[in-house]
């Protein structure tokens, strides 16, 4: 039986459809059958991101319908052999999907993949609720922000209500030097705030925004902080005990410093 | 008393150039002038001429031919009931997807294809065709 992982956030912009990406790409690459599901209905960004837009001929409508089985609307990843995509539909709206068509979606899906990973819309109507009607487990994204921070907080106390306890925290776009100079929130402020498991950090990373531009997933970059931060999300999803990444100085300036003896 | 469109028949255009023009009359044709966003779709049981852009995201479905004014970025599907003689022409054609009756095709993977000239798009022998689009109808076919 296969997890069914929804990726949520309540505040939109925050990263859910580049996390949802990447941990799929990453848990792909380690050999498990990932199966996204984007319940974006109406805003669909998934497939962009993935670089697998020009491919859709069937959608996530379409299935929950009836129109057609949902192994006919998959679409196979490029680079992963057991990654595949179920498209959102762009042309209809949330009310297109119920609840109840997605708990049973999701159930079928359980026997065919290892996880399910689905991409929640922004904010707490009907797409939320779709989104987490199939789920067993919730990741819950979220900037160092007070506004993002807010609304997680608002989406912890909602997946409680629906019975997805302990969900776990991502902290996506830190920056560190920001943290240092007392500018942006800290890791520890936030889990304060949300008492919830820490999941994995991601710093702010340009490549971030490159490859998702090319459609492309920086968790296969070996040379990426953010790339390295979602491998070992991924292994800690797997159950691994990874140590969080050191990231508070890193690269050019740490090199010099030590270069010229100042630590 | 229907609309004088909902005829509904199917249309076979380029027709073979020549002809009595009467027998082009009942062909069902409408015009669209704007741009189509991300979302949008435009489903038309004849022919849909489009002044104005497709953009990505959004969706033009034809049973007979289609003709975009502007670039054209969606997805197109003309003969959509099943002709095969239906084409999609347009002043920059770079669909996301391209459908004609029961054929899908899309640009391969990582080429960067955009013409700077109109193009027109057909089944020839089984597969979908791309080619510059010619000026005047006798040499369309």
Partial sequence: MGEVIVVTSGKGGVGKTTTTANL?????SLNNRVCLIDADIGLRNLDVVMGLENRIVYDLVDVTSGNCPYKKALIKDKRFENLYLLPAAQTKDKTAVNPDQMRVLCDEMRDEYDYIIVDCPAGIEQGFRNAIAGANQAIVVTTPEVSAVRDADRIIGLLEKEDLREPKLIINRMRYHM???????SIDDIIEILAVDLLGVVPEDELVVIS???????VINNNSKSGQAYRNI???IKGE????MDLEDSGFMKKLRRMIGLK | MAPYWAGGNLVHFPGKGGGDPE?????????VQRTLRSGQSISYDGNIVIVGDVNP????????????MGYLRGVVHAGAGGDENAAVYAYRLQPTQLRIANHITRAPDGEETGSKDPEVARVKDGIVVIEAFQFGPERQR
Wanted: aromatic share 0%; hydrophobic share 45%; proline share 2%.
């Fill in chain 2, 23 to 31: 027998d082009l009359a009942d062909e069902n044709t409408i015009l």
């Fill in chain 2, 57 to 68: 995201g959004a969706e033009v479905v034809a049973s007979g031919n289609v003709v975009v």
């Fill in chain 1, 234 to 236: 991924v292994r800690r």
């Fill in chain 1, 241 to 244: 005990n990874v140590p969080m």
């Fill in chain 1, 179 to 185: 943290v240092k100079h007392g500018d942006m929130m």
């Fill in chain 1, 24 to 28: 799929g790409a990453g848990l792909a």
């Fill in chain 1, 212 to 218: 998702t531009n090319r459609g492309e997933m920086v």
